[in-house]
T-cell receptor
């Protein structure tokens, strides 16, 4: 079974802090994704990565950056956290470089910015 | 028009009922179709993965795709309280360049 692990289930930070969300997958998947999920808005793609050191902007990249130094690890960075970034953050991975395979998700990090 | 539409619910049914969850889409390039189940405070988990038109069955779950109508369905037979969750449809083109999720339908199965 695919295992996608997000480092924190719940996180509370203050406005202006730099926040790191970590995600690790154990299936040697090429593709990794970061989403945020908000009530009434569904899943929105922030960034994705096709391979190590590669990244592409999703639909809502503003205020975020990412890092993929190793194939199994994809980090989401909030450069200067703001209250409108309070959300559920979901990491996903998928096999194949350009692939129609389904994405597999972690259990999410519920982030609160005070 | 949104790329994928899904009735947000909530949908409440009695235990044992047959449940029908539906999505419509507008992009004819979508060829691969998925259903995810998401329990409260958890990530989405893959339930069904199908290609093109037709039916696929897995236990109490049946996924149905009608590409001519751009309409997909998930049927749950003999629904159980443990089926209470949000169900998201998702679809992809051949190369995964366009991968879209529906907003999800919240289902409650009452004992």
């Amino acid at each position: 079974d695919v295992k996608v692990t997000q480092s924190s289930r719940y996180l509370v930070k203050r406005t202006g802090e730099k926040v790191f969300l970590e995600c690790v997958q154990d299936m040697d998947h090429e593709n990794m994704f970061w989403y945020r999920q908000d009530p009434g808005l569904g899943l929105r793609l922030i960034y994705f990565s096709y391979d190590v050191k590669m990244k592409e902007k999703g639909d809502i990249p503003e205020g975020y950056s990412v890092s993929r130094e190793k194939k199994e690890r994809f980090s989401l960075i909030l450069e200067s956290a703001s209250t409108n970034q309070t959300s559920m953050y979901l990491c996903a991975s998928r096999s194949g470089f350009s692939s129609n395979q389904p994405q597999h998700f972690g259990d999410g990090t519920r982030l609160s910015i005070l | 028009q949104k790329e994928v539409e899904q009735d947000p619910g909530p949908l409440s049914v009695p235990e044992g009922a047959i449940v029908s969850l539906n999505c419509t889409y507008s992009n004819s390039a979508f060829q691969y179709f998925m259903w995810y189940r998401q329990y409260s405070r958890k990530g989405p988990e893959l339930l069904m993965y199908t290609y093109s038109s037709g039916n696929k069955e897995d236990g109490r779950f049946t996924a149905q795709v009608d590409k001519s109508s751009k309409y997909i369905s998930l049927f749950i037979r003999d629904s159980q309280p443990s089926d209470s969750a949000t169900y998201l449809c998702a679809m992809s083109d051949n190369y995964g360049q366009n991968f879209v999720f529906g907003p999800g339908t919240r289902l409650s199965v009452l004992p």
